[in-house]
Each structure stands twice: as structure tokens, then as C-alpha cells.
């Protein structure tokens, strides 16, 4: 049986930039980039799954959680249908030295590497990179600290 997922992702926004994992669909061999984050565990705040996520992906603290929104992502990736409730912040590293580097890199709890990079919100728009979930740029947009 097929079930929602409830996800929170963290955009880090930085002077028009926010941090994304640059990632390849396997199946149709998109190229697209995503906030970081993953799935809130049961009796767990979204902003406690940020916390925990980006802990466990690179190692580090945020601090400055503020709740940009919620979106509905209806997706198909790898070839499989999938159906999220995502939880879209925004927040700070407290290692203010991870703003000069252009990526980070980190692991998922499979083993996955995670790459992610620095990209201006407007490579998006006007550039034609793939950001998703899709109504992730609108969302984006609303927001003053990113502008």
C-alpha cells in the first residue's frame, strides 16, 4: 500500500541563493535539484526532523528555524509514483564558514552521498534547473528573506 510521507526540507537562504542536493533521476535521467531534508519520524516536530536530518546528512547544527510554509508534492521518481506533505523552512548554520564554500557534501542514512550546492533562486526561474517539489519556487518567492 502506497502512504503520504511527511517530509521537512530547510532552504538556507543566503543573499538570492539557498542550498539544494543536486540529484539524477536513474529511470528518466533528469537532472534536479532539492532542498535538503527527509522524513519527520512519528512524535517529531518538523522542525525537530530539520534538525535531525541536517545533523545526520552533514554533520552540523542550524539554528534560526522559521516556517516558510507547507506544500503537497505529487510526484513519480525512478519510475514510482510517490505523494509527500512537505514542510518547507528556512534556517542558519551555526558554522558560518559553510556560506563560503560552494558544496557541501554529506550521506543519507543508505549511503547515498549528498552533494549540494549553493544556487541562485533565479536559476530557477530563468535558467531552466529543475527545483522540486514544484511549488517550491512559488513558496520561494513569498518569502522576503529570499527576494
Known amino acids: ?31 534536479f535539484y532539492r532542498p535538503l531534508g527527509g522524513g519527520i519520524e ?9 534538525q535531525r536530518e541536517i545533523h545526520e546528512e552533514l554533520h552540523e547544527e542550524i539554528e534560526n528555524v522559521k516556517l516558510l510554509g ?7 521518481h525512478e ?3 510517490g505523494h509527500e506533505i512537505v514542510i518547507v523552512f528556512d534556517g542558519s548554520f551555526k558554522n ?3 556560506y563560503e564554500k560552494s558544496r557541501l557534501e554529506g550521506m543519507e542514512d543508505n549511503g547515498d552521498k549528498i552533494k549540494a550546492v549553493w544556487k541562485d533562486v ?11 517539489p514544484n511549488a517550491i519556487l512559488e513558496l520561494l518567492n513569498k518569502s522576503e528573506k529570499v527576494k
Open 79 to 81: 519510475g514510482e509514483p
Open 70 to 76: 507547507y506544500l503537497e508534492n505529487l510526484f513519480h
Open 42 to 50: 512519528f512524535m517529531e516536530t518538523g522542525e525537530e526532523a530539520i
Open 96 to 98: 558560518k564558514a559553510l
Open 122 to 132: 533565479s536559476d530557477f526561474s530563468e535558467n531552466g534547473c529543475v527545483l522540486y
Open 1 to 31: 500500500m502506497k502512504k503520504i510521507r511527511p517530509i521537512a526540507v530547510c532552504v538556507f537562504s543566503n543573499n538570492g541563493r539557498i542550498l539544494v542536493a543536486e540529484l539524477q533521476d536513474r529511470v528518466s535521467k533528469e537532472v
